[in-house]
């Protein structure tokens, strides 16, 4: 069983290793940044942007788009634990974008006898997606003045990272994966 299999790891020293790895780190992340994206187990988002544990809070929801507990952890994170930028990193490929908000709730009615009161947020275009989040973030009353967003859509193939602006006619910017080799 999974859930099993987990426990075991932790006995087998994930515990340990966890307890060495939280040593000594504030609560408040030392980059005052929060990072919001998907919940896609292929994404590292240590590793993509070079991370440490303490560093940023990392928020993952599906298609890591803009709900109202996203705000909830949000306000909480800025004003009780001093974070102030927001990263915000969809992407392509999304189980979000294989099939509609209308089709979701339909299947789920059918099936219980009634709809969700939520919506998924499904998306078709990420970068779409990505410019009404960002939207969104920037008037959202309950956080600060002077928060600062970046959306980014990241390929799930290549893990080149596309910047996208809020004004729709700017173009975006791509950075490749493999800039570096
Ligand atoms: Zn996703």
Redesign the pocket.
């Known amino acids: 069983m999974p859930i099993e299999q987990l426990i075991e790891r932790y006995e087998a020293g994930g515990g340990h290793l966890a307890k060495a790895n939280a040593e000594g780190l504030a609560v408040p992340p030392a980059l005052h940044t929060v990072v919001l994206t998907?919940?896609?187990s292929r994404?590292d988002v240590f590793a993509l942007f070079g991370l440490q544990l303490g560093e940023v809070h990392v928020l993952r929801n599906?298609?890591?788009v803009v709900t109202d507990d996203v705000i909830r952890s949000l306000a909480i994170s800025q004003r009780k634990l001093q974070t102030r930028d927001i990263l915000l990193m969809?992407?392509a490929?999304?189980?979000?974008s294989t099939f509609t908000d209308e089709e979701f709730s339909e299947e789920i009615a059918n099936e219980v006898g009634m709809r969700p009161s939520w919506r998924t947020h499904a998306f078709r275009n990420p970068v779409q997606s990505v410019r009404r989040d960002m939207a969104q973030l920037r008037h959202d009353p309950f956080l600060l003045p002077g928060t600062r967003v970046r959306g980014f859509v990241v390929d799930i193939e290549t893990f080149d990272l596309e910047e996208v602006f809020v004004d729709a006619g700017a173009p975006s910017v791509v950075r490749t994966a493999a800039a570096g080799e």
Do not use: F, N, S
């Open positions: 998907c919940m896609d994404i599906a298609g890591g969809q992407h490929g999304c189980g979000l």
